[in-house]
């Protein structure tokens, strides 16, 4: 059954404002024109959300008679369908601008919260560190939308190219991070490395080459 926000207000006036969404007959209050409590639809949309969404349109459709109260006029049916969904859109704007927050921030707050509540070890906040700096280095601007199965894939991949990379050329991951341009020549790659501070050079094989070469647009100082 197709849930559907419909509005009749004279015999002459009546307006399908916006479907709702879909859910079975049985999990239906025809009486209270609500989903019986405990009921989800095939979307897993539990019944407080889909009849919070239905109190949000009635609610909304109230302040618009209110306003056209106040001048004194009935809206037709047009008016008020087109105010409806202007104020509709308003709230999902405003909705969405209080919930983008930064998969970063949430990183962080998940690291802080966990460890504090488990009594994480050093070790392991270290362990955190290392994936939050993966994951920065992948994709600064990275989003939760972005790890669909198409982004997962690139992550894991670019993680592969980085292990690869270390064992092709002997190169420790901080050296492969730190990477720069003007260390890389056509046949090897000269570095001083992080841990020694000795300045070495490491020859590359077919393999290197070809990750080395997949990378070479992506910003390096």
């Not at 618009?64 to 509709?88: I, S």
Request: net charge negative; with cysteine.
């Amino acid at each position: 059954m197709c849930l559907s926000v419909c509005v009749s207000y004279t015999q002459a006036n009546a307006s399908s404002l916006q479907q709702a969404t879909r859910i079975d007959v049985a999990k239906w209050d025809a009486d209270k024109q609500r989903v019986k409590n405990g009921c989800t639809n095939k979307l897993k949309q539990s019944a407080s959300e889909i009849n919070a969404d239905l109190l949000k349109y009635y609610t909304e459709i109230q302040n618009v008679f209110k306003e056209f109260e106040v001048q004194e006029t009935m809206p037709t049916t047009k008016q008020l369908k087109d105010e409806f969904n202007l104020r509709m859109k308003d709230t999902n704007e405003e909705q969405q601008e209080e919930s983008q927050i930064s998969f970063w921030e949430v990183f962080d707050e998940f690291v802080n919260e966990c460890g504090n509540q488990n009594n994480w070890t050093a070790s392991t906040y270290e362990k955190f560190a290392a994936v939050r700096n993966h994951l920065k280095e992948f994709k600064e601007d990275i989003t939760f939308e972005y790890f669909n199965e198409f982004g997962l894939n690139e992550y894991v991949n670019f993680l592969r190219d980085k292990k690869n990379i270390c064992c092709f050329t002997s190169l420790r991951y901080s050296d492969v991070r730190n990477l720069k341009r003007i260390d890389v020549n056509p046949d090897h790659i000269e570095v001083t490395t992080v841990k020694t501070a000795d300045s070495l050079i490491f020859e590359l094989n077919d393999h290197s080459k070809a990750i080395l070469e997949k990378y070479k647009d992506v910003h390096r100082r």
